[in-house]
């Protein structure tokens, strides 16, 4: 079974992605215990303890052999040096080639569009790397800025799913996009590429 992992780092126009490491603890900390953050995610505001384990699960999130794994990944604004966003990349279903993508970007560093740059690389390397047909992203309705990115990446709406989730004490709605491989190739070639590498 291969194991397919990006060729870190990626960089993109401002950022540098790459894996997760230890020294993430602060900044992983400040997204993931603030409310706001938070609000749309299946968990609460997370104390220093629940993020260490958190980022322990990101840093062993290495690459994608099968069902189940993923890739966390650590977006750095190359300017500051400072992470400034949390990436995942999943893979939801083997035998469908199907993949996920989520994201969460630092309080202090959202509406710079960093959350489509960084996701630009990591769609590329779930179509031509790990070779996956479909990507998905789900978010709860409310959250525009979410829903807005799924649309700037030129994913397509196909759910709407009404009060199909308990969540957090009430019932939550939620939204599907996705793209195919096909589909994300054709865009690829269209819009001039934000990914680069440095030697
Ligand atoms: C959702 C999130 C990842 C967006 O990250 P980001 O780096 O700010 O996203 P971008 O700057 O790339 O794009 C955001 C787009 O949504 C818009 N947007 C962001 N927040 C918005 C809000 N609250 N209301 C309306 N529009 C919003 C921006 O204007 C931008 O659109 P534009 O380029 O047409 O102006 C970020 O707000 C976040 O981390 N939220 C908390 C965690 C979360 O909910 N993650 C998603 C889980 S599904």
Redesign the pocket.
């Known amino acids: 079974m291969t194991l397919y992992t990006p060729s870190w780092p990626i960089y993109t126009e401002r950022l540098l992605l790459r894996p997760f490491e230890d020294s993430d603890l602060q900044a992983m900390y400040e997204?993931q215990s603030d409310g706001?953050?938070?609000?749309?995610?299946y968990h609460d505001a997370r104390s220093l303890d629940e993020v260490r384990t958190a980022l322990a699960r990101k840093i062993a999130a290495v690459g994608i052999a099968g069902e189940g794994d993923g890739v966390g990944v650590a977006v750095v604004l190359t300017e500051t040096g400072e992470v400034?966003?949390d990436l995942s990349l999943w893979c939801v279903s083997e035998g469908h080639q199907q993949g996920e993508i989520?994201?969460?970007?630092?309080?202090a560093?959202?509406?710079?569009?960093?959350?489509?740059?960084?996701?630009r690389p990591m769609l590329d390397f779930a179509f031509d790397v790990v070779g996956l047909h479909r990507v998905v992203?789900?978010?709860?309705a409310r959250?525009?800025?979410?829903?807005?990115?799924l649309?700037?990446l030129g994913m397509r709406r196909e759910a709407h799913l009404i009060e199909n989730e308990w969540v957090k004490g009430e019932w939550q709605s939620e939204l599907v996009y996705a793209i195919l491989a096909e589909e994300w190739a054709t865009l690829s070639v269209a819009i001039t590429s934000t990914t680069r590498s440095r030697p």
């Open positions: 997204m706001e953050v938070v609000r749309y995610l400034v966003a989520g994201f969460i970007v630092h309080p560093h959202q509406r710079k569009g960093y959350a489509t740059e960084a996701a992203g789900r978010t709860e959250n525009i800025g979410s829903a807005r990115v649309e700037k």
